[in-house]
């Protein structure tokens, strides 16, 4: 039995409100997107080095920007003609944890 309350999504779809705002990544255009805003660039580029450990780790890369304070991260699988596949959905999940780790 899931926790927390069911909403309804844009599209009228019930979902769990706890998961959903759980994690904030968008699927949009066969990618899993995310944005982030650190403090500073410090703590921007101290998230994008344990990124790149785990994607390295998991030989799975993002495609992602970054200026100043501020990183986005776009995940798709190149091997399975850009779609989005489980190792998106993984590395999403690894992400978040290393977000959480940091406190955020
Ligand atoms: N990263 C991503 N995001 N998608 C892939 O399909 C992919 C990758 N494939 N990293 C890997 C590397 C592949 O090219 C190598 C040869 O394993």
């Given at each position: 039995m899931?926790?927390?309350?069911?909403?309804?999504?844009?599209?009228?779809?019930?979902?769990?409100?706890?998961?959903?705002?759980?994690?904030?990544?968008?699927?949009?255009?066969?990618?899993?997107?995310?944005?982030f805003k650190f403090t500073d660039f410090q703590e921007a580029f101290a998230f994008?080095?344990?990124?790149?450990?785990?994607?390295?780790?998991?030989?799975?890369?993002?495609?992602?920007?970054?200026?100043?304070?501020?990183?986005r991260i776009e995940l798709t699988t190149h091997d399975a003609g850009n779609t989005v596949t489980e190792k998106d959905r993984t590395l999403a999940k690894n992400i978040d944890q290393i977000l959480s780790r940091m406190g955020r």
């Open positions: 899931p926790s927390g309350r069911f909403v309804a999504d844009q599209s009228g779809k019930l979902i769990n409100h706890k998961l959903s705002t759980r994690s904030m990544w968008q699927e949009q255009d066969n990618k899993l997107v995310r944005d994008m080095t344990q990124v790149a450990l785990i994607a390295e780790k998991m030989d799975h890369h993002p495609w992602w920007s970054n200026v100043y304070n501020q990183v």
